[in-house]
T-cell receptor
Framework: GIQVEQSPPDLILQEGANSTLRCNFSDSVNNLQWFHQNPWGQLINLFYIPSGTKQNGRLSATTVATERYSLLYISSSQTTDSGVYFC???????????FGSGTKLNVKP | DGGITQSPKYLFRKEGQNVTLSCEQNLNHDAMYWYRQDPGQGLRLIYY???????QKGDIAEGYSVSREKKESFPLTVTSAQKNPTAFYLC???????????FGPGTRLLVL
């Protein structure tokens, strides 16, 4: 199956700092999504981004499909940004997603 | 409010017992999914269903069973054949022309 690798596995930031999370995938994909899992386990979709760049407030994402990676940017981080960030890819556009192992972010006040 | 509900929030299973986790959605989505998450890990697909009365095995289907008799409901049964069922179980759905996956709040299953 497709391999999805996320880096770094853990990240500690001071409030107000910026960060970049990376997702590499081993095959061409039709769908790529970024999720945030809060400390209570709830997953929230951040971006649907199979290619190109999108922005939503302090968050933005870029996917370079030809080079098989995606980046999630967090600017001016806040303590509420803490949690685990996952990327997930769909290989055949059948909505069968493969998840990376996540980046655990801890933003300190 | 539209969304996905899962129940119970916590579930305890005894040895040799089958237990069923509930997942209901009122988003009118066609596709529904069950994932398992172990501590510090990503999500792994157990089963998914693209339409009513049809479902496919994911990567870790052994020891689990599902049904999809109604569009709104996709219950997951953890059978006694699943020897290591302790995990966090998440249900999701997609549809309505959107590619985005929506997740329920999850069920934590513990073995007594």
């Amino acid at each position: 199956g497709i391999q999805v690798e996320q880096s770094p596995p853990d990240l500690i930031l001071q409030e107000g700092a910026n960060s970049t999370l990376r997702c590499n995938f081993s095959d061409s994909v039709n769908n790529l999504q970024w999720f945030h899992q809060n400390p209570w386990g709830q997953l929230i979709n951040l971006f649907y981004i199979p290619s190109g760049t999108k922005q939503n407030g302090r968050l933005s994402a870029t996917t370079v499909a030809t080079e098989r990676y995606s980046l999630l940017y967090i600017s001016s981080s806040q303590t509420t940004d803490s949690g685990v960030y996952f990327c997930a890819v769909d290989l055949y556009n059948f909505n069968k997603f493969y998840f990376g192992s996540g980046t655990k972010l801890n933003v300190k006040p | 409010d539209g969304g996905i509900t899962q129940s119970p929030k916590y579930l305890f299973r005894k040895e040799g017992q089958n237990v069923t986790l509930s997942c209901e959605q009122n988003l009118n989505h066609d596709a529904m999914y069950w994932y398992r998450q172990d501590p510090g890990q990503g999500l792994r697909l157990i089963y998914y269903s693209q339409i009513v009365n049809d479902f496919q095995k994911g990567d870790i289907a052994e020891g689990y069973s599902v049904s999809r008799e109604k569009k709104e409901s996709f219950p997951l049964t953890v059978t006694s054949a699943q020897k290591n069922p302790t995990a966090f179980y998440l249900c999701a759905s997609t549809g309505g022309g959107e590619e985005t996956q929506y997740f329920g709040p999850g069920t934590r299953l513990l073995v007594l």
